[in-house]
């Protein structure tokens, strides 16, 4: 079983939907849990960073935490074309040495 | 300080032959890593550096791969006698250490062919 689970999509929605976007982890002491956007031929860039469980808003995104059930979401509200990217949730090794990745779920905003 | 800058952007090359890319992080950050991403898939960790030295390597990172980040400054990585599945982009990042609030930047990449 890989660490960091994530649903390589493609995910094809609606502009002004609501999306949602998951993560399952098998590692309990993971404490920093991170988003990151990737658009095509870019770098990796944050979006939502928590820290243990618990919900965290930032505008139109909303990243949610259950340490219990091992399983972290982001939530877009009102999507935009622009929103269409790969996004990539990420954990830090207990050890805080390096960010583990997962696949990436590829996001496409339909106008 | 613009960031953390990868050079090049792009390289091609033949099999067999060696390639090396430059990373220059964001000046004032302590560590520096290397990821390597293939289509389809999130960023593997390969290495990182603390200042200048070398903490960890992932067992993805053969003989034939080798970096360095002399004076803790800018990083190299170094592939000798390239081989197809070396294909893929080589992302660097730097950081502080990781923890609560701290954020590790990543650059554009290097994107590696090999034909």
């Known amino acids: 079983q890989k660490e960091v689970e994530q649903d390589p999509g493609p995910l094809s929605v609606p502009e002004g939907a609501i999306v949602s976007l998951n993560c399952t982890y098998s590692?309990?002491?993971?404490?920093?849990f991170m988003w990151y956007r990737q658009y095509s031929r870019k770098g990796p860039e944050l979006l939502m960073y928590?820290?243990?469980?618990g919900n965290k808003e930032d505008g139109r995104f909303t990243a949610q935490v259950d340490k219990s059930s091992k399983y972290i979401s982001l939530f877009i509200r009102d999507s935009q074309p622009s929103d269409s990217a790969t996004y990539l949730c990420?954990?830090?090794?207990?050890?805080?040495?390096?960010?583990?990745f997962g696949k990436g779920t590829r996001l496409h905003i339909l106008p | 300080d613009t960031g953390v800058s990868q050079d090049p952007r792009h390289k091609i090359t033949k099999r067999g032959q060696n390639v090396t890319f430059r990373c220059d992080p964001i000046?004032?950050?302590?560590?520096l890593y290397w990821y390597r991403q293939t289509l389809g898939q999130g960023p593997e960790f390969l290495t990182y550096?603390?200042?200048?030295?070398?903490?960890?390597k992932s067992r993805l990172l053969s003989d034939r791969f080798s970096a360095e980040r002399p004076k803790g400054s800018f990083s190299t990585l170094e592939i000798q006698r390239t081989e197809q599945g070396d294909s893929a982009m080589y992302l660097c990042?730097?950081?502080?250490?990781?923890?609560?609030?701290?954020?590790?930047?990543f650059g554009q990449g290097t994107r590696l062919t090999v034909v």
């Open positions: 990042a730097s950081s502080f250490r990781l923890g609560v609030n701290t954020e590790a930047f």
């Open positions: 590692n309990s002491a993971f404490q920093y």
């Open positions: 928590t820290y243990s469980s």
């Open positions: 990420a954990m830090i090794d207990p050890g805080g040495d390096k960010i583990i």
């Open positions: 000046s004032e950050h302590n560590r």
């Open positions: 550096f603390q200042n200048e030295a070398q903490l960890e």
